[in-house]
């Protein structure tokens, strides 16, 4: 651990007492040694993503070879459930299922699944709800009454669905002709599925009409990095390659409004809790805050010190952040960076320094427990 001595860049007047704040736990997720029948020829490629369900029971991660590995998460005990008996669930034909509320109940009884998408997983996302049942005369493939699924975006452009009870297939969503890089279901319960592409696109789809995609959008951007839903679904944002950051309106024919600042690729992005403000991340070393209503930049977190100019901003640099999330709370951003050190940041300090550091080499991705007592890093 580096001390204040050394000064790392990006937070020039952290104390050493608050990079100790920040502690690992005990618990950490290792790409799977499966038996010889079940290996691929793909390698581990890495912890892309990660997510927590909303309802706090389950945590599902990338764990090479285009498996996920579901663990589920003992909300008493605020910690990661590891079992010894893993179920793995190989890709299977479409089925027709009504899922089990009452096994989620059942904390003592969840195993830990694996689950085989077969191509590389780039995305995770965890949704819940009820399909609707207002035509009883319409058959469909997939009927949900308030169970919690997994959405899987993989490298040959598919998206996978999952049950999170049984680790069953329910759908395959097939349209994006590139690596599916974000996945977000509606915070409403909705059902409706976000995603965004390298193909460049962005798509809707909706799992109450067995996934039919209903809209595509495409920004000025060669490449979709991030897409997120606002917490009232009125509007989403998108962002990517090119410095593109786009709020798209829902309400108004999905009309898009583009935010100016970024010197360099935009990753990543997050709408806070009470959906006023996006969070942008960037390869240009620094983290817009912004005003979703006027549009305007409010407060810039940098990762260097002095923050570069625009011109070296916009080429390679050892700064790039990789990843960033919103605390559920509002007041706290978190932050990963390839200076090898994760970042908590409180929005509500007059320094516009980080409150907490802690060193992570090789980071990927970053995320808050829904009830932001927990951090995961891939």
Known sequence: MRTTSSRPSGF??????????????DVQLHPLTLPITHRTTRSPSGAKTCAWSPDNTYFAWPCGGGKVELVPWDNRENKIVLNEDILLYEDAENVTLHLDRNLQQQNEQRPTRILDGVEVVWSVAFGSGSTKGDNTLTWKHLKVDEGLLLATGHQNGNIKVWDCNTGKLLLMLKDHKDIVKSLNFAPDGSLILLSGSRDGTIKFWDLNDDGNMYKSLRGNTKWVYDTKWSPKCDMIASVGSGKTVILWDLLNNYSPSHLHGHYHDVIGCCFSPD???????????????????TGQSLQELCHMYPPPRPIFAAGANEFYIRGISFHPHGQMVLTINDDGYVRCWDLEEDENDPSYVVEQANALYCTFSPKGQRISVG
């Open 275 to 293: 959906g006023a403000l996006l969070a942008t991340a960037s390869f240009d070393t620094r983290v817009i805050l912004w005003d979703v209503y």
């Open 12 to 25: 020039q007047c952290i104390d050493s007492d608050d990079i100790k704040r920040l502690k690992q736990t």
